[in-house]
Structures are given as structure tokens and as C-alpha cells.
């Protein structure tokens, strides 16, 4: 590969690499996901500044009204991020302003309409 070739390349993969760190993760507190109230879900949740990334491996079985949130040894209502937009793969969720992610140790997944847990992440 001749210079100019290789610094195109070079370039591009740089070019790339915010989105590609976004899907593998690394740059935050993660934990991985147990299922909960019969329910199966799986991956791994990732807390990196004032976001949640539930990562590319992140698989849920499904329910009605799944949201996202944050707890400190259990569920905080005051942290809700929304509806879970998928229910597997890479998907991120903006943290409430005011909340201090600092302050959490979990990733929920909540079933908010029957008011039950779905899933939960233990951050590292």
C-alpha cells in the first residue's frame, strides 16, 4: 500500500471510530443485564457521561411499556429515560437533567405500565 492509500485509510478509520466506540462500549460504567419477573433479558448496559447505551449484544424478550432507567440498589421512577426503542441491539437514552448518574448503580429495564421490573444491570 503506497503512503497516500494508507493515510486515506488512516483517515477514514479515524473518521469512524466515535460511532464504532458507541457500539462496543469502553467508555463508561457497564454491567450486564439479568432478566426479571420471568422475563429474559440479556447484553450489556453502558453509563458514559449523561447517557445510557444498552450495547450491540443487548436482547429483551418483550413486554408492554418497557422503559429505561436508573436505580441505586432498586428502581428510581424520578429516572425514566423512556420507552425502550428496541428490543435488541446498540440504543442509547439521555439521563434526565438534574439526575447525577454518579449517584446509580443500575441500568432498569421497567415495565412501567404493570408497574414490574424486566431487567436489570449492575454497573461496575
Partial sequence: MNRRAFLSFTAAGLATLPAA???A???GRTGTFVGASDHVTTGTAEVAGNQVNLLADFTFDGAPDPKVA???DGY???TLMGLLTSNEGASSYAIPAGIDPSEYNEVWIWCEKFNVPLGVAKLN
Fill in 21 to 23: 466506540k458507541l457500539l
Fill in 25 to 27: 462500549g469502553g467508555h
Fill in 70 to 72: 436508573l436505580g441505586k
Fill in 76 to 78: 428510581d421512577s424520578s
